[in-house]
């Protein structure tokens, strides 16, 4: 169990490359499923979009 814990700590998520673009900067970044998701449900986020580099 103690092993299988420790593999999860240095498990590498998946990333997409992507396009944010805040309304005034763009930026290229690799970010997780977990982050792409993070910025199109926070409200904190509104004005924000995400693309996926393939759907440009």
């Known amino acids: ?3 299988k ?3 999860n700590i240095f498990k590498k998520e998946k990333t997409f490359e992507c396009i944010i ?3 005034k900067t763009m930026k290229y970044q690799d970010l997780t499923k977990k982050q792409i ?3 199109s449900n926070n409200p904190e986020y509104k004005d924000w979009t995400v693309t ?3 759907e440009c």
């Open 5 to 7: 814990n420790l593999k």
């Open 1 to 3: 169990m103690f092993l």
């Open 21 to 23: 673009w805040d309304g």
């Open 52 to 54: 996926l580099k393939d």
């Open 37 to 39: 998701d993070e910025i």
